[in-house]
C-alpha cells in the first residue's frame, strides 16, 4: 500500500470508512440528479463506481459476480 495513496487510505481507515464513502458517494448522486445537472452526476457517478469498486475488493467480489448476478435476472 503506497504512502500517500487515497485507496491505500480508505483500506487502512477499514471497512466501516470505505461503507462510508459509498454512502456519501450514493448521496451526491441523488443530489445531482435531483439538480437535472448531467455533468454532476456523471462525475458523482464515477465516484460512486470508484468506492463501490473499492467496497467490492474489501469484500473479495469480483465485478464478474455482480455481472453474473445481473445476467441470472434476466433469465
Not at 12 to 23: E, F, H, N, R
Amino acid at each position: 500500500m503506497p504512502d500517500g495513496s487515497y485507496v491505500a487510505s480508505l483500506f487502512k481507515a477499514g471497512q466501516d470508512k470505505i461503507i462510508q464513502k459509498v454512502g456519501e458517494e450514493a448521496t451526491e448522486v441523488i443530489i445531482a440528479a435531483k439538480n437535472e445537472s448531467k455533468q454532476r452526476i456523471i462525475c458523482e457517478v464515477a465516484d460512486l463506481w470508484f468506492h463501490i469498486l473499492v467496497m467490492l475488493v474489501r469484500f473479495d467480489i469480483s465485478p464478474d459476480e455482480i455481472m453474473k448476478e445481473l445476467n441470472n435476472r434476466n433469465k
